[in-house]
Nanobody, 122 residues
Framework: QVQLVESGGGLVQAGDSLRLSCAAS????????MGWFRQAPGKEREFVAA????????FYADSVKGRSAISRDNAKNMVYLQMNSLKPEDTAVYYC???????????????WGQGTQVTVSS
């Protein structure tokens, strides 16, 4: 099993940057693909970004492509989401997720964190 804890959320202004972090513990971190999802009030959980086991492949939602970067540090059991040029529509709870399969865009990952709130004011 894997335990995930997100951090780095907060209240920022439109145009600002933010880096979310996700600390993993438990099973071998290298065995898991990692994803970031978000959920705004009244909306379904949506895919944001994903990264493969070794970090060689990354995937992004169209809504964040070009202004976000997902990365991982397997030595530290960490995954990150750098978000730039934030917009009010990025406001949501952001979740880190892990799965041994390359689940990428579907919210069917086996393990989830508790989430961290990101609020972007206009």
């Amino acid at each position: 099993q894997v335990q995930l804890v997100e951090s780095g959320g907060g209240l920022v202004q439109a145009g600002d940057s933010l880096r979310l972090s996700c600390a993993a513990s438990g099973s071998n971190f290298r065995d898991y693909c990692m994803g970031w999802f978000r959920q705004a009030p009244g909306k379904e959980r949506e895919f944001v970004a994903a990264i493969s086991w070794g970090g060689g492949s990354t995937f992004y939602a169209d809504s964040v492509k070009g202004r976000s970067a997902i990365s991982r540090d397997n030595a530290k059991n960490m995954v990150y989401l750098q978000m730039n040029s934030l917009k009010p529509e990025d406001t949501a709870v952001y979740y880190c997720a892990a799965d041994k399969r390359l689940a990428v865009r579907t919210p069917t990952y086996d393990y989830w964190g508790q989430g961290t709130q990101v609020t972007v004011s206009s």
